[in-house]
Every structure is written in structure tokens, then in C-alpha cells.
């Protein structure tokens, strides 16, 4: 606005010119009235304040698992298992013998001289007459039996196989042992509050209260001016 004033005085001592300086405006002395305005500002409608803020407590969920049921471990004995089989048990184990078959034989009589025929001499009486005879003696002979083989004996070997049996035992086809059966524990999850900061309240400052307030103020103030005026000669 003072920037505005200076130029409107410049212009009044410019316009008291002569007019043989060749101006082609003319212009008269007047009295301007004060000019208003309207402004609008931002005011604080309070000072500043202190005040106490109660402060909510924080809180949080927080889950946990609860026990439903417990575990376990189960040991349970298993019974071996058996099975039926057929075994061959040996009564008599194999061997070789030999086979005899005696000899056929049989009896035969025959005569066996004991003492050859022989001649000998001895004195006789003969017709009161002392005689030498010769006088032949008979062999002596005996009857024996005699065994004669009528097929030699044979011998030969022959393999006697074993004699066995058959039975039916019970073998074992599994061992027993101890079987383990477990089960985890079960949970089920749960929620629950907990308490993270309890409540309380702080001293907070509040900052003043602003409106907007319209203000008059002088635009122009009121002060010599030029008016222009139309003349023959301007």
C-alpha cells in the first residue's frame, strides 16, 4: 500500500507539469476519501492448555494350548509264531553187510584100505604033518563118510539203506518280540487377555483454539489525488 501512495504522489507531481511540456493527459487536484477492506485472518481464540488424558490400558490375546488328553506308550508283548512241518527222522542209519550163502554139500560113503592085502607064512598042522603054508591075508578096509561140496559157499556186500521216519514238528516261523504303540498329547489352542500396560493418563498440552476472524483495515487512506479531466487542450 505505501508502494501504492508513492506512486500516486509521483503521479500528482507529474501531472502539475506544464501543458506546453506536450503531455496528452490532464489531470485535476481532488481529495481521495479513506478506502476499507475486508480481511480474513486466523486468530488464536484461547491460549494454550494443559489437561489430563486418561490412557487406556493395552491388552493383547494371547493363545495357548491346553491338554486335551495325554499321551501314551503301550508295549504289548507279540507271542511267537509257529508253524507245522514235516521232518524226516532217521531210525537206522545205512550200512553195507555181507551176504553169506554156505556152501551145498553132502555125504558120500566110500571104503578106505586100513592095511593092504598081504601074503604071510606060517606052520599048520596038516594031517598030523607040520606044514609050512603061504597064506594070503585080505586087505583090511573101513567105511567112512566123507562131505563133498556140491556148490562153494558165495559171499557178496549189499547197501542197507536207513530206515527213517516221517514226523510232523512244530517250528517256530516268527519270533515273538514286544511291539511299542504310542500316541502324542492332543491340545486344543485357547485365547486369552493379558493384561500388556495397565490404564493411567498423561498430562498433555493442548494447543490454543484458531478462527477465522474478518477484519476491516484501510485499504487506501484518505490523501490528495488527481482526477483526470478531458479539456480541449489535453
Known sequence: ????????????????????????????PVQRPTSYGTVREVTPLGPARRQVVPVDGQYALVVDNVPVASGFVEHRRVPPTYGTVARTHVLQPARTVTRIVPAVT???????VLSPARET????????????????????????????????????????????????????????????RSAPPQYRSAGRVVEIAPPGAVVAT??????????RVVTRPAGPGLRRIRTPGC
Not at 558165495?154 to 518280540?177: H, I, N
Open 206 to 215: 493442548a494447543e490454543p483454539d484458531y478462527g477465522i476472524v474478518e477484519r
Open 121 to 180: 607064512w606060517e606052520w599048520r598042522i596038516i594031517d598030523g604033518r607040520k606044514v609050512r603054508c603061504r597064506i594070503l591075508v585080505p586087505a583090511r578096509t573101513a567105511t567112512r563118510l566123507r562131505t563133498v561140496i556140491v556148490e562153494p559157499e558165495r559171499r557178496w556186500t549189499e547197501l542197507v539203506p536207513a530206515v527213517t521216519q516221517l514226523r510232523m514238528e512244530s517250528v517256530p516261523v516268527a519270533p515273538g518280540g514286544y511291539v511299542t
Open 1 to 28: 500500500m505505501r508502494r501504492l501512495l508513492g506512486l500516486l504522489v509521483a503521479g500528482s507531481f507529474a501531472s502539475t507539469a506544464p501543458a506546453s511540456a506536450g503531455g496528452v493527459a490532464c489531470y485535476e
Open 106 to 112: 553132502r555125504e558120500i560113503r566110500e571104503t578106505v
